[in-house]
């Protein structure tokens, strides 16, 4: 019996994930931010023709099992590079950008299961300035970005993935065989891998960089985060440190909170209840119940929140996402 999954990551630039001077091409024009990928994968080639991510990186994999022992296994698949559209006037300017090998460490082979791996990227097609030690100081050379992914298949059946590396930026989105949205990576960090990621600083070098990952937000969540982000009333911007309380139990307060980037914490009583990323939506109760909030919410990493008022979103809608927020009623 013949036993196959997959799993693929699509890499793509979200809005204010830039910051700094070099926020300025996006913000002219020059360069773009990336709409938002399709929650499921329908044509992976179909969504490179239309540039609707910066890379891809897809591992297919199977085992072969007689007698609930495995007698053969494989794996394919490989990395998808999408062009770096750049506006000269009113002309659009393709940048290619450039592939690096795909990279296949030999398979881990366990007792009764098999984990495979796969690294995919390249350097991106715009190169930038950036300084470095010698004469002349500065170089001109694109960063590379990367996923590194693995993928268990067992002999019951079953099977697991995950991103186990990844390049600081841009955003990383994770399929899963069904080609639904499981995983997104947690955090951006623009300005360490526009100076750091060259040479040795990748997997083709000597170091792969860890990826924190967090599970996906709802529907309703990324239909509303959209709703935020490109209506007429731009929300409020707002950086915390690592362990900052953004709002406290009990205050009287009522904005509305959306995870650009991080990590945070919800606490009820001191209670740690649950962990989210980039995506989630909290604060909404204190709307809906008196202005006054039901738990706290703190920063795990440091993140970037979008802050709106009730005004900027549907009331319908908030009580709907209210409906699966009652965490402290689920302890």
Not at 159 to 175: M, N, Q
Request: glycine fraction near 12%; aromatic fraction near 6%; charged fraction near 25%.
């Amino acid at each position: 019996m013949r036993i196959e999954s997959s799993v693929t990551s699509l890499s793509w630039i979200p809005s204010e994930a830039v910051g700094g001077m070099t926020k300025m091409p996006f913000e002219t024009g020059l360069a773009h931010y990336d709409p938002p990928p399709p929650d499921v994968i329908e044509d992976l080639g179909e969504l490179q023709r239309e540039g609707r991510f910066r890379f891809a990186n897809r591992l297919a994999a199977w085992i072969e099992v007689d007698g609930g022992r495995i007698t053969g296994h494989g794996q394919s698949g490989g990395g998808l590079l999408c062009s770096t559209l750049i506006q000269v006037g009113k002309k659009q300017v393709a940048f290619e950008a450039v592939a690096l090998p795909d990279l296949h460490p030999e398979p881990e082979v366990g007792d009764g299961e098999v984990t495979f791996f796969q690294t995919a990227g390249g350097r991106t097609g715009v190169p930038a300035p950036r300084r470095v030690r010698r004469a002349p100081y500065v170089q001109f050379a694109a960063p590379l970005a990367w996923t590194t992914l693995a993928l268990t298949l067992r002999a019951d059946g079953s099977s697991s993935f995950a991103l186990t590396g990844g390049s600081s930026f841009p955003r990383h989105w994770v399929y899963g065989g069904d080609n639904k949205l499981a995983l997104k990576s947690g955090m951006i960090d623009f300005s360490h891998w526009y100076r750091r990621a060259f040479g040795k600083h990748s997997p083709w070098g000597d170091q792969d960089s860890q990826a924190l990952t967090t599970e996906v937000e709802t529907a309703l969540e990324r239909q509303l985060s959209l709703t935020l982000m490109q209506g007429g009333a731009k929300p409020k911007i707002r950086t915390v440190k690592p362990g900052a309380v953004i709002t406290e139990q009990g205050a009287a307060e009522d904005d509305l909170y959306l995870v650009l980037d991080g990590v945070v914490r919800i606490e009820v009583d001191g209670e740690r209840l649950a962990e989210y990323g980039p995506g989630s939506m909290h604060g909404e109760r204190a709307i809906l119940e008196g202005g006054h909030r039901t738990s706290t919410i703190r920063a795990v990493t440091a993140c970037k929140l979008a802050v709106a008022g009730a005004d900027h979103v549907d009331r319908d809608a908030l009580a709907e996402l209210s409906s699966g927020h009652r965490r402290e009623e689920q302890r």
